[in-house]
């Protein structure tokens, strides 16, 4: 009886993670996440290999307390503090902490008396997520950018115009005999205002595609930005497969970006484009005798030359872009598109 009470109020030491599992368990629980159990004194009672590695720890640290151990700022010790505190009525998901220059995600587990956590390094899902958050900040600043634009257009332009054409009907309804040939001005008006408009709207969508087809749009751009510009165009098609609507958008895009890139920064005389479509894509290349660039340098230029524009529509698209420019001897983008995944089942 003495020996069963002595064996009652023994305290129990803290056991090396060694020898409380067989071996094969410990190999099992070494190649898993970062793993550690606390007691209530948030003292360690077992830890994995993966967390001895991840947070480079060589010495024994059963019975140390896990806050001497690893290092957090005080917001975050006391988070995990509370986190703890809670666990005893629930698990506790999503927590995260920062240890150095990385970031850990983790679970809270109670077993009676003691904590059973599951870490994880979750920096690069942090990274991934801020860049997220930040494209689409981009594209929000874009829209409202895009939203600003079209409203000068309207109301700088077509509103100013429409507004010169009322004036023009007014003076002609208060005296049709003395002021017969204000109709006939605000008629002429209201045609540049409605060229005005199919400028706007052919900016945001070339009806021109749907109408005509991306081949005499081409044509159609070649002459109103490269000719206009004293640039000569030589156009080459190769149509063989229809080519979907959504690959010709994007087609017309990239064109109009690239024709507005040699006119506003290039100086060519000439210009060479060709366009191929076979049973799986599109191959567009557009060549130029332009004063051509350093890739390097431009893209440290906040407009790129539109050149991310090109190259987000195409990476987009699974397709690929080749761009080669030396100064002085000009540019050529060679750039595929593959059609829609369905597309290409129906040509085979």
């Known amino acids: 009886?003495?020996?069963?009470?002595?064996?009652?109020?023994?305290?129990?030491?803290?056991?090396?993670?060694?020898?409380?599992?067989?071996?094969?368990?410990?190999?099992?629980?070494?190649?898993?996440?970062p793993i550690i159990t606390l007691d209530n004194l948030n003292k360690i009672h077992y830890a994995n290999d993966s967390f001895l590695s991840e947070f480079h720890i060589k010495e024994k640290c059963i019975?140390?307390?896990?806050?001497?151990?690893?290092?957090m700022s005080k917001k975050n010790r006391e988070a995990f503090i509370s986190?703890?505190?809670?666990?005893?009525?629930?698990?506790?998901?999503?927590?995260?902490?920062?240890?150095k220059n990385k970031i850990f995600g983790y679970s809270?587990?109670?077993?009676?008396?003691?904590?059973?956590?599951?870490?994880?390094?979750?920096?690069d899902k942090k990274k991934l997520e801020?860049?997220?958050?930040?494209?689409?900040?981009?594209?929000?600043?874009?829209?409202?950018?895009?939203?600003?634009?079209?409203a000068r257009e309207l109301h700088d332009g077509v509103g100013q115009t429409i507004l010169a054409a009322k004036m023009n009907f007014q003076s002609f309804t208060k005296d049709p005999v003395k002021n017969k040939d204000?109709?006939?001005?605000?008629?002429?008006?209201?045609?540049?205002?409605?060229?005005?408009?199919?400028?706007?709207?052919?900016?945001?969508?070339?009806?021109?595609l749907r109408e005509l087809g991306l081949e005499a749009t081409i044509r159609w751009m070649a002459k109103e930005i490269l000719e206009i510009a004293n640039c000569k165009s030589e156009l080459?098609?190769?149509?063989?497969?229809?080519?979907?609507?959504?690959?010709?958008?994007?087609?017309?895009?990239?064109?109009?970006?690239?024709?507005?890139?040699?006119?506003?920064?290039?100086?060519?005389?000439?210009?060479?484009?060709?366009?191929?479509?076979?049973?799986?894509?599109?191959?567009?290349v557009i060549e130029d005798n332009g004063k051509g660039f350093d890739e390097e340098k431009v893209r440290l230029v906040s407009s790129g030359f539109g050149l991310e524009n090109i190259r987000r529509r195409v990476e987009d698209r699974g397709g690929d872009m080749d761009l080669s420019s030396e100064v002085q001897r000009g540019?050529?983008?060679?750039?595929?598109?593959?059609?829609?995944?369905?597309?290409?089942?129906?040509?085979?």
């Open 236 to 284: 080459t098609f190769h149509i063989k497969k229809r080519i979907d609507n959504e690959t010709g958008v994007n087609i017309f895009r990239i064109v109009q970006e690239i024709f507005t890139n040699i006119t506003k920064h290039s100086g060519a005389t000439k210009t060479n484009l060709l366009l191929e479509s076979g049973s799986k894509g599109v191959k567009l």
């Open 182 to 208: 204000k109709f006939t001005n605000g008629l002429n008006i209201i045609d540049r205002a409605s060229q005005e408009l199919r400028e706007i709207y052919t900016g945001l969508y070339p009806s021109s």
């Open 130 to 150: 801020r860049k997220v958050q930040s494209l689409h900040s981009s594209i929000l600043n874009l829209q409202e950018k895009e939203r600003q634009k079209l």
């Open 63 to 71: 019975g140390t307390d896990l806050f001497q151990l690893v290092k």
């Open 1 to 33: 009886m003495k020996t069963s009470d002595k064996r009652k109020t023994k305290k129990q030491k803290p056991s090396d993670s060694s020898t409380d599992f067989p071996e094969y368990l410990k190999l099992i629980l070494s190649s898993l996440s």
């Open 83 to 99: 986190n703890l505190a809670k666990s005893e009525k629930n698990t506790v998901h999503n927590c995260e902490f920062s240890y």
């Open 108 to 123: 809270i587990y109670s077993f009676g008396e003691e904590k059973g956590i599951v870490l994880r390094d979750i920096t």
């Open 331 to 348: 540019t050529v983008y060679k750039i595929r598109l593959p059609f829609p995944a369905s597309r290409v089942k129906e040509n085979e």
